[in-house]
């Protein structure tokens, strides 16, 4: 059962245009999300993170949105560039488990293209 | 170098092999993590390290699978009798302690590809 969801498989924008990226998840207790990128070859590279108890943070052009009585979070990234094209990641956080540990559960993951 | 680094990048075995997988996280992190990445997947949380302890192996998907990190900085992932669902990239992540929101900070990957 996948509690962190990203409907969209890919996604493509013009240059300059804003790209948003959206995800879904189901478990109520999460208390941190993230959005991470990949380029191919390479390890995930954190981006921008948001508190359960805000409804969103800004970082340039990279802006998330929080909407807990829907479980949905949105990225937008203003204005899109081609060197934005990667793999977005959704992820949250569990709440201090075993070992305190925050866990991080994933999405599956948005190709976004940036054509220029 | 300054940032996670995991070796070999690339890992052909055969089916019943032993293979060993390293990660060498970012100096004076305490938190490391070893995930699984299938192909159109997220990354699979595997087991966590706190300093040199296993503090949460809840991830293992058997007991083919066990990580060490006796001295509280690299880490090795031992996976017994290699399968060919054991196929995947294995990426290793480090923080500065456990508890911070989520930030880790990833490796290149092991590909492991079991024949």
């Known amino acids: 059962d996948q509690q962190v969801k990203q409907n969209s498989p890919s996604l493509s924008v013009q240059e300059g245009r804003i790209s948003i990226l959206n995800c879904d998840y189901t478990?109520?207790?999460?208390?941190?999300f993230l959005w991470y990128k990949k380029y191919p070859a390479e390890g995930p590279t954190f981006l921008i993170s948001i508190s359960s108890i805000k409804d969103k943070n800004e970082d340039g052009r990279f802006t998330v949105f929080l909407n807990k009585s829907a479980k949905h979070l949105s990225l937008h990234i203003v204005p899109s560039q081609p060197g934005d094209s990667a793999v977005y990641f959704c992820?949250?956080?569990?709440?201090?488990?075993?070992?305190?540990?925050?866990?991080?559960?994933w999405g599956l993951g948005t190709s976004l293209a940036v054509n220029p | 170098g300054a940032g996670v680094s995991q070796t070999p990048s690339n890992k052909v075995t055969e089916k019943g092999k032993y293979v060993e997988l390293r990660c060498d996280p970012i100096s004076g992190h305490t938190a490391l993590y070893w995930y699984r990445q299938s192909l159109g997947q997220g990354p699979e949380f595997l087991i966590y390290?706190?300093?040199?302890?296993?503090?949460?192996d809840s991830g293992l998907p058997n007991d083919r699978f066990f990580a060490v990190r006796p001295e509280g900085s690299v880490s090795t992932l031992k996976i017994q009798r290699t399968e060919r669902g054991d196929s995947a990239v294995y990426l290793c992540?480090?923080?500065?302690?456990?508890?911070?929101?989520?930030?880790?900070?990833f490796g290149a990957g092991t590909r492991l590809s079991v024949l």
């Open positions: 992820a949250a956080t569990t709440p201090l488990g075993a070992g305190n540990n925050r866990k991080l559960i």
């Open positions: 992540a480090s923080s500065l302690t456990g508890t911070s929101g989520g930030i880790q900070y």
């Open positions: 478990n109520s207790m999460f208390d941190y």
């Open positions: 390290f706190q300093g040199t302890g296993a503090a949460d």
